[in-house]
C-alpha cells in the first residue's frame, strides 16, 4: 500500500531536549511538507522540500530543522530552542513540485508533548 | 482578517439529515480548493478536490465552488455516524502554498 509513515505516534520531550520525528513516503512523490497543528487552529506550515538536498522555511521554522538526504524520507528535529513545542505535527507529500495543483496527501502524526 | 475562515462548530446534526460545511476566503488567486476528513488522533484525508467554479459530486459528498462570492461548500447527504471528524478546507493557488481553515468538528448522532 502507497502512504507515509510517521513515527512514532507519541513523542516526550524533555527541557533541553533535541528530538526527531520520522516521514517516510513510498509515492514516489517529489514534495514534503511538515506542518503543525494546534488545537482550534489550521494547519501551519513548517518547512517544505521540494527536492533531495532542498528544503525552504514555512511561516514558523524558528526552534525546526529538518533534512532531505533521500526523495523518501523527510524527518524534523525539534529543537531545545523552540519554546512551545506540544502539538500535534503532520507531514505530508505531492507529486511533483511544492504547491503545485496537485493535493496533499497525509500521515497520521506525532503527537509531541512535554515532559 | 484571516484568509480562510472556516466556522469551527461543534456542528450536531442526527443521522441521515443533509450536512452543510463552509468555508470563505478573501484571495482571489485561489485556484484550487480541497475538503479534508481528520478523525481524532489521524491525518487529514482527501475527501474532495476541485479546480473550478461549479460542483463536483461523489457518492454523498457534493463540493461546491463559487469564486464570485469566494465561498465553498462541502455538502453530506444520509450522513452517518461514521462520518464525525472534522473537516478541513483548503486552498491554493499557483505559487503560493496551500492554506488550511481551522476545521470544523461534525458530530452525527445515530
Known amino acids: 500500500d502507497g502512504g507515509i509513515t510517521q513515527s512514532p505516534k507519541y513523542l516526550f520531550r524533555k527541557e533541553g531536549q533535541n528530538v526527531t520525528l520520522s516521514c517516510e513516503q513510498n509515492l514516489n512523490h517529489d ?15 513548517i518547512y517544505y522540500s521540494q527536492i533531495v538536498n532542498d528544503f525552504q522555511k514555512g511561516d514558523i521554522a524558528e526552534g525546526y530543522s529538518v533534512s532531505r538526504e533521500k526523495k523518501e524520507s523527510f524527518p524534523l528535529t525539534v529543537t ?36 | 482578517q484571516k484568509e480562510v ?22 484571495n482571489s488567486a485561489f485556484q484550487y480548493f480541497m475538503w479534508y476528513r481528520q478523525y481524532s488522533r489521524k491525518g487529514p484525508e ?30 453530506i447527504r444520509d450522513s452517518q455516524p461514521s462520518d464525525s471528524a ?11 502554498k496551500l492554506i488550511f481553515g481551522q476545521g ?6 445515530p
Open chain 2, 46 to 75: 482527501l475527501l474532495m478536490y476541485t479546480y473550478s467554479s461549479g460542483n463536483k459530486e461523489d457518492g454523498r459528498f457534493t463540493a461546491q465552488v463559487d469564486k464570485s462570492s469566494k465561498y465553498i461548500s462541502l455538502f
Open chain 1, 31 to 45: 514534495a514534503m511538507y511538515w506542518y503543525r497543528q494546534d488545537p482550534g487552529q489550521g494547519l501551519r506550515l
Open chain 2, 5 to 26: 475562515e472556516q466556522d469551527p462548530g461543534p456542528l450536531s446534526v442526527p443521522e441521515g439529515a443533509i450536512v452543510s460545511l463552509n468555508c470563505t476566503y478573501s
Open chain 1, 80 to 115: 531545545s530552542a523552540q519554546k512551545n513545542p506540544t502539538a500535534f505535527y503532520l507531514c505530508a507529500s505531492s507529486r511533483d513540485r511544492a504547491f503545485s495543483n496537485q493535493p496533499q496527501h497525509f500521515g497520521d502524526g506525532t503527537r509531541l508533548s512535554i515532559l
Open chain 2, 104 to 109: 470544523t468538528t461534525l458530530q452525527v448522532k
Open chain 2, 86 to 96: 472534522t473537516y478541513l478546507c483548503a486552498m491554493g493557488g499557483n505559487t503560493g
